[in-house]
């Protein structure tokens, strides 16, 4: 069975511009979470959509935004990058949002110059 | 916000030797997960915890929940070069959301 894939792997931009990061869910998990990791840190949670409805929201400025579709898969869109926003970001799949383990995806690392 | 503290913040052990990770929160925690992140990885789900002195065990792997369910420790015995990566204790706030706050990790590096 596949299992949480991300697209794409690397991304480099440049301050000010826009970003759009996709993320398929584990078959059947109807729950999608994302998470921010800057290097030398724990990943630390943006946003979580459960049947394509906000369930959580992390402390992230509006510049962060997500959205997720009938298929269960997730974009998660950053506007006016900043050089602070250079990190991996991890998309996470769940049966739901609950307690419940996450499955983590590889991750996009996106770099911003 | 809620934090979670990981001692020590790095290890580094000849193969062989144990190693304890420990996570301590301020406030009482209705569950505890552990992941592993390998270098150049990505979180992997090890276990979760939910009762007051839970003690479960993975092969060479055991985890302990405290019994006053503020501190948590992952303890490996005879560490392999293949138990190298970053071991995160994550918190699961209940509620209409699984957010996972994570702890700060513990790197551990295992050389021959």
């Known amino acids: 069975d596949a299992g949480v894939t991300q697209s794409p792997t690397h991304l480099i931009k440049t301050r000010g511009q826009h970003v759009t990061l996709r993320c398929s869910p584990i078959?059947?998990?109807?729950?999608v979470s994302w998470y921010q990791q800057v290097l030398g840190q724990g990943p630390q949670f943006i946003f979580q959509?459960?049947?394509?409805?906000?369930?959580g929201r992390g402390n992230f400025p509006d510049r962060f935004s997500a959205r997720q579709f009938p298929n269960y898969s997730s974009e998660l869109n950053v506007n006016a990058l900043l050089l602070g926003d250079s990190a991996l970001y991890l998309c996470?799949?769940?049966?739901?949002?609950?307690?419940?383990?996450?499955?983590f995806g590889p991750g996009t690392r996106l770099t911003v110059t | 916000g809620q934090q979670v503290m990981q001692i020590p913040q790095y290890q580094h052990v000849q193969e062989g030797e144990d190693f304890t990770t420990y996570c301590n929160s301020s406030?009482?925690?209705?569950?505890i997960q552990w992941y592993k992140q390998r270098p150049g990885g990505h979180p992997v789900f090890l276990i979760q915890?939910?009762?007051?002195?839970e003690v479960k065990k993975q092969k060479r792997l055991t985890f302990q929940f405290g019994e006053a369910k503020k501190n948590s420790s992952l303890h490996i015995t005879a560490t392999q070069t293949t138990d190298v990566g970053t071991y995160f204790c994550?918190?699961?706030?209940?509620?209409?959301?699984?957010?996972?706050?994570f702890g700060t990790g513990t790197r551990l590096q295992v050389t021959l």
């Open positions: 996470a799949s769940s049966l739901f949002p609950g307690v419940d383990e996450q499955y």
């Open positions: 994550a918190v699961c706030n209940t509620g209409t959301a699984s957010k996972l706050t």
């Open positions: 406030t009482t925690l209705s569950n």
């Open positions: 915890l939910v009762k007051s002195g």
């Open positions: 078959s059947g998990h109807k729950s």
């Open positions: 959509y459960y049947e394509k409805e906000e369930r």
